[in-house]
């Protein structure tokens, strides 16, 4: 099996449209809704897609909107899921959708519609999330890095601008670390910094117990706190509950909790975490996980970095104000 080869799943405003062959034989083509949708549906549909084998009949999206061709990078552990969009063409700029703990790449719908035609972009599905599941939780922040690295490499994708909320951040910033020169630019959005000496040592062992935490909330609770938590618009909550609902309550502790021990592992590292880029901080005025807002204003005024407050967004405030969030990524990209 290549390390990287093509399967169909395009995708257009307000879902994809998937063809695959079930295990009878028998091929389908299928839309599939992405938000406040089916999205039990729409895995087993993306799942079947990874691993047929079969060439794709379907080459171009139905309907108005923009098309991404969705791929799969094969490591030792499991299948990656990722989607590229490469309309813009070859001199265009690259941008590269790294989307947080638990969610999946429908987080970044509305950037990947509005920058579609205008630059190159790639989302994926990070290990043991979404499509790119079963997946064992055996890995660090710089493993997912490494992978991203091999993946931007097998599709030929140079000097790309990371674009990366909560854990995709901290991603981002694994990924100059280990590739320095390599980023052309790097927008974090409701994330942190990774450098230790920003945490409190009783924070970072508080990250390390997190899953009694959870385990100890019913599901049927756990999911509209959840999605209450991180968003302030009904299309931000719908967002996140659609997540939520694509796993099972023991999927979601174990996956959270392995999250935040990664956090904790890799801020108590001894890497620099230097940000050899261009970079800009986005954060929501309302982000009220954990201290995402009071870390940016730190990490602003240690770094250097600009910050911008995202008004009214919670912590999904590229889901919340997308327009906003649009109009500060097209201006940051511009500048480099």
């Known amino acids: 099996m290549p390390d990287s080869y093509r399967k169909t799943a395009l995708a257009r405003a307000g879902g994809f449209f998937n063809t695959y062959y079930e295990d009878e034989g028998h091929y389908h083509e299928e839309s599939v809704e992405t938000v406040a949708g089916d999205n039990g549906r729409y895995y087993d549909c993306l799942y079947e897609t990874i691993v047929n084998g079969a060439e794709p009949l379907v080459t171009e999206a139905k309907g108005e909107g923009w098309a991404m061709e969705m791929r799969a990078f094969h490591t030792a552990s499991g299948e990656v899921a990722y989607w590229v969009d490469a309309f813009a063409g070859p001199d265009a700029e690259w ?81 100059i670390d280990l590739f ?87 801020v108590e590292s001894k890497q620099r975490f230097d940000i050899d880029c261009p970079a800009l901080l986005l954060c929501g005025e309302k982000d ?24 009214g967004a919670g912590h999904n405030s590229n889901v919340d104000a997308p327009g906003f969030v649009n109009a500060q990524i097209e201006e940051f990209v511009a500048s480099l």
């Open 288 to 311: 009220h996980a954990g201290d995402v807002r009071p870390f940016n204003r730190k990490w602003a005024a240690g770094e250097g970095i600009p910050l911008v407050w995202v008004p």
């Open 95 to 175: 941008l590269v959708f790294l989307p947080g703990l638990t969610a999946d790449h429908t987080l970044f719908d509305a950037q990947l519609a509005y920058f579609s035609g205008k630059a190159n972009c790639l989302v994926w599905d990070a290990p043991a999330h979404g499509a790119s599941r079963p997946y064992p939780l055996d890995f660090s922040m710089d493993d997912l890095a490494r992978i991203l690295h091999d993946i931007l490499e097998s599709e030929g994708i140079e000097r790309p601008v990371l674009v990366g909320q909560s854990l995709g951040g901290y991603v981002s910033q694994a990924f």
């Open 180 to 266: 320095p020169g390599e980023v052309a630019g790097f927008v974090a959005i409701d994330s942190a910094p990774l450098k230790r000496k920003y945490y409190p040592t009783w924070e970072v062992k508080a990250l390390r117990h997190t899953k009694g935490m959870y385990q100890a909330i019913p599901w049927a609770l756990l999911k509209p706190w959840g999605s209450w938590g991180t968003a302030t618009t009904e299309r931000g909550r719908a967002g996140m509950r659609s997540f939520m609902d694509g796993y099972t309550k023991r999927e979601y502790v174990d996956l959270a909790a392995h999250g935040y021990r990664m956090l904790a592992d890799t």
